[in-house]
């Protein structure tokens, strides 16, 4: 595949934050085929993309989607990446997960690979996270929350015991498996690239199209994602002093990680979850001065934004989750040790303004979650170990 080179990087203290790098050619060619180089433009080939995926999981989290929707993703996943689907569908009336299961069982037969399924609520994962003392993600009774940052977490922990080297993450609402392969690629393709192994991918899409009087129309920003952008810019710009527009990727729910960096964040309950992976970044790494968290010698951490070419379509969820999904990503920048006054004001104008706040209130504080890597992870090895062969469909 042929992709931007670098054009742009803003640093927050140990953080690097890369502007967006388009995606130029879904593919490049044989690796074989000798060309003129070109300038600010990376080929990147076919076998690489290969060997990086060969160490990628991909984790697609899922509740109630529609089984169409789910095959569809699963379908667009390359086939050198192991899937694991971490499900909080419904047992009850209709046993959701089990038509996941199967779609997924058939799925193996044909393609004669090995995935992952478990439920979010599945007994023996709740309890492998209660002896490791991951009581953060439990309920009072110490089973797994709803949540997908609590699915998205499970999946971390899975990847780090499978001894992968990558982490990316796929909705399953999805109408075009194109769009999953490109996703896949486009990961691939950011750890290439990077200069340090700390490094996150995030993904933007090309256009989200919505249907119009007038037919269909491409439609290059999300609400929620224009609003968290725009206030994840104000703080960083407050920050450094210098006015940014660098983050497109605030609310990115598809996205990749190196796993030693995915299991050293904290992350924040539910629709929170990809906002503040960053804001965590920033609190810990970002050398902000009224925080002091200034470190020397510290190697860098890296953010890289892919542009796809694919548009995406996903499952439209109506006014009211566009709603709390708004208001858990701006809750997560508000309550942030980073944001200054003049972006909590700005937060509160915007939450107003929608008419989701009243004048006084302050929006929700996030749900953290600790970091994976500050649980007791041998607990949790030793039970999931044990059960692991209930989890694989082959
Ligand atoms: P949006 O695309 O960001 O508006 O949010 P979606 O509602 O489409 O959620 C993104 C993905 O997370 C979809 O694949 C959902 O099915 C999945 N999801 C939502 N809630 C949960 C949950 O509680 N647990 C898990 N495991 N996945 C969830
Ligand atoms: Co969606």
Redesign the pocket.
């Known amino acids: 595949m042929r992709i931007e080179g670098f054009r742009y990087t803003e640093r927050l203290g140990a953080v690097l934050l890369r502007d967006v790098q388009k995606i130029i050619e879904l593919d490049s060619g044989m690796d074989s085929d000798q060309e003129e180089e070109a300038r600010g433009v990376y080929k990147i080939n076919e076998s690489i993309i290969h060997d990086i995926q060969k160490e990628m999981v991909i984790v697609?989290?899922?509740?109630?989607?529609k089984l169409k929707l789910f095959e569809n993703c699963i379908s667009g996943v390359p086939n050198a990446c192991l899937k694991i689907i971490?499900?909080?569908s419904d047992i009850t009336p209709l046993n959701r997960f089990e038509l996941e299961k199967e779609t997924l069982q058939q799925f193996c037969d044909f393609t004669r690979r090995r995935a992952i399924i478990i439920h979010?609520k599945d007994p023996i994962i709740s309890r492998a996270l209660q002896e490791a003392g991951y009581t953060d993600i439990l309920d009072e009774e110490g089973i797994v929350r709803?949540?997908?940052a609590?699915?998205m977490v499970i999946g971390i922990l899975l990847t780090k015991f499978l001894g992968k080297k990558y982490i990316g993450f796929i909705?399953?609402?999805n109408y075009f498996p194109g769009t999953v392969l490109e996703y896949a690629r486009a990961y691939a393709a950011g750890f290439y690239l990077s200069k340090y192994e700390q490094c996150m991918v995030r993904i933007l899409w090309r256009y989200k199209p919505k249907i119009h009087e007038q037919g269909l129309y491409f439609k290059r920003w999300g609400r929620v994602s224009e609003i968290t952008n725009r206030c994840l810019n104000s703080l960083i710009s407050f920050v450094s002093g210098f006015e940014t527009d660098v983050i497109k990727t605030g609310?990115a729910?598809e996205h990749a990680m190196a796993i030693s960096l995915a299991e050293s964040i904290p992350y924040a309950s539910g629709?929170a979850i990809e906002p503040q992976e960053l804001l965590s970044l920033f609190e810990e790494y970002g050398d902000i001065p009224h925080l002091g968290n200034h470190r020397d010698g510290f190697k860098g951490i890296e953010i890289l934004q892919i542009e796809t070419r694919n548009p995406h379509l996903?499952?439209n969820?109506g006014q009211e989750?566009i709603n709390q999904?708004l208001l858990a990503s701006l809750g997560a920048i508000y309550h942030s040790d980073v944001c200054c006054e003049e972006t909590k004001n700005l937060i509160l104008e915007e939450l107003n303004r929608q008419g989701l706040l009243r004048l006084g209130e302050e929006p929700p504080r996030p749900k953290l979650i600790k970091a994976p890597k500050e649980i007791d992870f041998e607990a949790f090895a030793n039970i999931v170990g044990e059960n692991l062969d209930k989890y694989i469909v082959q």
């Open positions: 697609i989290p899922t509740k109630n989607e971490i499900s909080n979010q709803d949540g997908k609590e699915g909705d399953a609402d609310n729910g629709y996903h499952e969820k989750h999904m």
